[in-house]
């Protein structure tokens, strides 16, 4: 019989080999706040900030449609710094649950594709992230509950009319350290930090808090 230990680092290295190959959607400088685990309904209200690309204000829509698989989108408006035009951003993404936490392997992991456009009189970029959300859910007193989890993503960037060349296309690398707070079975509040990113968004660098609420009936 394999040791408990073994089996952790076999579960661990899948999932390092897993994560370039399929994560959430993100179509601009502002973390994903995908959590390790899926939920049947969710919405999330966000503000982030990501330095030279200004700050953005977000709505995420998150659906299960079954028990392993989410779907979502992402709608939002971001105001870069400077002389900048204001864009619109748009993104749909799917989850599909890898595992749920146990004794021998104590993370919850959720593959994540998506892809994502934002744009302004034609200068749009196309982005198409891949990756998983690792982290792990910790009961507190009085009902609480504390998500912290990482969200690594491989994302294949393309625009159609930057300085950089026009219709360049390259792959970068993002993710976001955060946490989720569960402070009623309807109400959470998140915050995350992004690194990495996409060179066409003039900042890969940022952070965001958002409020996840989850219609009542509906929490699993």
Avoid at 101 to 124: C, E, I, K, Q, Y
Avoid at 164 to 191: C, F, H, P, W
Avoid at 194 to 212: E, F, M, P
Wanted: hydrophobic share 45%; glycine share 12%.
């Amino acid at each position: 019989m394999l040791m408990p230990e073994f089996c952790l680092v076999k579960r661990l290295l899948a999932v390092a080999l897993l994560i370039p190959a399929l994560a959430g959607a993100q179509s601009y400088t502002y973390p994903s706040f995908q959590l390790p685990t899926l939920v049947e309904r969710e919405y999330n209200f966000a503000a982030a900030d990501g330095g030279r690309a200004g700050a953005t204000l977000l709505f995420q829509w998150r659906e299960a449609v079954s028990p392993l698989w989410q779907v979502g989108i992402d709608a939002g408006l971001a105001d870069p710094d400077g002389n900048a035009s204001s864009r619109l951003v748009f993104g749909a993404h799917a989850a599909r649950q890898l595992t749920r936490s146990t004794a021998d392997f104590p993370f919850d992991v959720a593959l994540t594709a998506g892809v994502g456009l934002s744009g302004v009189n034609g200068h749009d970029v196309v982005r198409v992230p891949v990756g998983a959300s690792v982290g792990h859910r910790f009961l507190l007193d009085g009902g609480l509950s504390v998500t912290p989890f990482a969200h690594p993503r491989l994302s294949f960037d393309r625009c159609n009319d930057c300085k950089l060349g026009a219709s360049d296309g390259k792959l970068n690398v993002a993710i976001d350290i955060g946490g989720s707070l569960q402070i009623t079975e309807q109400v959470a509040l998140r915050i995350a930090a992004t690194a990495g990113g996409s060179d066409y968004l003039g900042s890969g660098n940022g952070i965001g808090l958002s409020v996840a609420w989850t219609p009542k009936g509906l929490r699993k």
